[in-house]
């Protein structure tokens, strides 16, 4: 995954003790394919040093608005041409105010000052500067200025405190500027995904279960995300981490996904039906541990009923949102992705071989709509899940 190639990143560093994160996030940036030009304020030079910025961007690190480097001698406008981005991170409260109006006393305020690319900023600070309310003026201001704000985080800070203002981590930054370079083709749409298997008890401790690792539900949830919807994913059991903005509701069950997704489907634009759901739950379930030598021959009689079709009776709502499906087949892809497309009545259904996808963090997916099959590039998953989302809005009609 290479989400900056071609791209070059002014790195923006101020005073404050986020800046040893920072290195971090120069590697993770230069890991990702991005050029990174680190300009560094006095203060933050207090916090780490140059040589380590320029060990890990592999750049020259630029401190000083006098810098006669440039031929022209105008570093504070040469750095940001051609730039993709200004990313400050950390970003004080003094230079948030700095930034708020107008002030261009140091390399760095004078290169946003003068920017011609967007300008993104990530506050680090003690709670209670960033709850100051001049701080939150700025904050506003900035927002207004249409500069981009990314966190602060909550939680435990430098200073012994705990609360709003820390730096967010350098992994989530760079996910949030690979975000921000997305395409935005689900502006303002309401986005429901259904990821990950279910599990059907048959005792408190043994279930009836899909095989699915939920990556491409997480990664279409994380996709539909950057290309600006508003996102909730409903989850069965996985290891995944919710990506980041994306509001997820943990299930078990077929029936629980079921009973959260009918209520928010009816305010969703656009439905997409990943889940691995199991077709069977098991209607004489035990309520304590089946002992192994309690039934003739060690057998249990289990007896199954049939889940809800989730995703079939979404598609059957009056004025629902559009659906897409999923199907993993072992064989005969083509045959019974087409058949299940048109039994569950949807527009887009997404077909993939079972034994390529899972587990696996590559894809080769294979749209089927009304006017036949389109294969797609096989892919890493995120990858996979933007063309899919690309592919989906061209699609969607338009605002309900
Ligand atoms: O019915 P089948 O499992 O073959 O179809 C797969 C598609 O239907 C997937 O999109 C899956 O998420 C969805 N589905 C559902 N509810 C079920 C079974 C499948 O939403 N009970």
């Given at each position: 995954m290479q989400d900056f190639a071609n791209k070059r990143i002014v790195l923006g560093l101020t005073g404050g003790i986020a800046c040893y994160k920072s290195a971090e996030l120069v590697r993770r940036l230069v890991e990702h394919g991005a050029a990174v030009d680190v300009v560094m304020t006095e203060a933050a030079t207090r916090f780490i040093t140059p040589v380590t910025m320029q060990a890990l961007s592999g750049r020259h690190v630029w401190l000083d608005a006098?810098?006669?480097?440039?031929a022209n001698n105008m570093a504070h406008i040469d750095?940001?041409?051609?730039?993709d981005a200004i990313l400050v991170a950390p970003a004080s409260a003094d230079f948030m105010a700095k930034l708020a109006h107008g002030m261009a006393d140091d390399l760095l305020s004078t290169l946003c000052l003068a920017r011609a690319c967007p300008l993104l900023l990530a506050p680090a600070m003690n709670r209670e500067m960033w709850g100051n309310p001049a701080t939150q003026r700025n904050a506003a201001q900035l927002r207004q200025d249409g500069i981009v704000l990314l966190g602060p985080a909550a939680g435990d800070q430098a200073c012994g405190e705990v609360g709003d203002g820390r730096m967010m981590e350098p992994l989530d930054l760079r996910t949030e500027l690979a975000a921000y370079f997305?395409?935005?083709?689900?502006?303002?749409r309401r986005v429901l995904i259904t990821a990950g298997p279910t599990c059907e008890p048959i005792d408190p401790v043994r279930v009836l279960s899909n095989r699915s690792s939920g990556k491409t539900g997480y990664a279409l949830a994380r996709a539909a995300r950057e290309a600006g919807a508003q996102v909730t994913l409903v989850s069965g059991p996985t290891a995944l981490p919710a990506p980041l903005g994306v509001r997820r509701i943990d299930v078990q069950t077929a029936r629980q996904m079921h009973a959260a997704v009918m209520p928010l489907a009816a305010q969703s634009d656009l439905f997409i039906a990943v889940a691995a759901v199991a077709?069977?739950?098991?209607?004489?379930?035990?309520?304590q541990k089946v002992k192994k030598n309690a039934h003739p021959g060690g057998l249990p009689a289990l007896e199954f009923a049939v889940n809800p079709d989730i995703l079939a009776e979404v598609a059957a709502l009056p004025g629902g949102p559009w659906c897409v499906g999923f199907a993993a087949e072992t064989e005969n892809l083509a045959a019974h992705a087409e058949d299940k497309r048109r039994r569950k009545g949807i527009a887009l259904l997404v077909g993939n071989l079972a034994q390529d996808v899972m587990d696996a963090d590559d894809t080769a997916l294979v749209l089927f709509d009304a006017q036949g099959a389109h294969p797609l590039p096989p892919a890493d998953k995120l990858s996979a899940a933007r063309r899919l989302v690309a592919e989906i809005a061209a699609r969607l009609p338009g605002r309900r």
């Open positions: 006098w810098d006669a480097r440039p750095l940001t041409r051609g730039a997305q395409p935005k083709v689900l502006a303002g077709d069977w739950h098991v209607s004489n379930a035990s309520g």
